[in-house]
């Protein structure tokens, strides 16, 4: 079975420009979440979807950030337009369990450069 | 809100020793707690997971943690240690009420010497 993937491993771009990260979750998962780790600081949740829809948004740092999940597979999370602060690595994870007691399986990353 | 301090930033440690990795949470409801492992240039792994019963639970790769209510702390041990242990450990905590929402701790680097 495959596990989280994500799109690109890395991405280095100048600021005001726009990026676009992408989650393909396990396939099955209806959760899927949103984490980021700007450097020497802890991995913060920035959103979570059941299927398509958002249950919690609370991270997500402004309204630069846009994140979105098609048919409730893929999710994708676009920075317009970014700013340095916005450099860090990106987590996604995805998790069968409706509730705060299942696993969530992670993907690798996506690192992000603002220049 | 919940919070979790992971006291060590950096823990050294020579092959075959005993280590502990401390993990201390701040909530004013009840949370799972969880340890999480990430190695070099992959996703986070989940180690192990408190939800309730036992205070002492095991998990993969001879990794166990005791859950201590009265000090609020879920501390991860293992009694003799690889080099390939070396990698970082993060501490987390989801609220009970709450849809799977991770709050993590620093994170914890364990480097395991030959």
């Known amino acids: 079975e495959a596990g989280v993937t994500q799109f690109p491993s890395h991405s280095v771009i100048e600021k005001g420009q726009t990026v676009t990260l992408r989650c393909d979750p396990i396939s099955g998962h209806d959760n899927l979440y949103w984490y980021r780790r700007v450097m020497g600081k802890e991995i913060k949740f920035l959103l979570h979807f059941v299927k398509e829809s958002k249950q919690d948004e609370s991270g997500m740092p402004n309204n630069r950030f846009l994140a979105e999940r098609t048919g409730g597979t893929y999710s994708t999370l676009k920075v317009q337009p970014a700013e340095l602060e916005d450099s860090g690595v990106y987590f996604c994870?995805?998790?069968?369990?409706?509730?705060?007691?299942?696993?969530?399986?992670f993907g690798p990353g996506t690192r992000l450069t603002v220049t | 809100a919940q919070s979790v301090t992971q006291l060590d930033s950096q823990v050294p440690v020579f092959e075959e020793a005993p280590v502990e990795l401390r993990c201390n949470y701040s909530?004013?409801?009840?949370?799972?707690l969880f340890w999480y492992v990430q190695y070099p240039n992959q996703g986070l792994q989940l180690l192990l997971k408190y939800l309730s019963g036992s205070t002492l639970v095991k998990g993969i790769n001879g990794f166990e943690a005791e859950f201590n209510k009265s000090q609020t702390s879920f501390h991860l041990r293992k009694p003799s240690v690889h080099i390939s242990d070396t990698a970082e450990y993060f501490c987390a905590v989801s609220d009970m009420r709450n849809t799977g929402k991770l709050i993590f701790g620093q994170g914890t680097t364990l480097q395991v010497k030959p």
């Open positions: 909530s004013s409801v009840s949370v799972y």
């Open positions: 994870a995805s998790s069968q369990d409706p509730a705060g007691f299942g696993e969530q399986y």
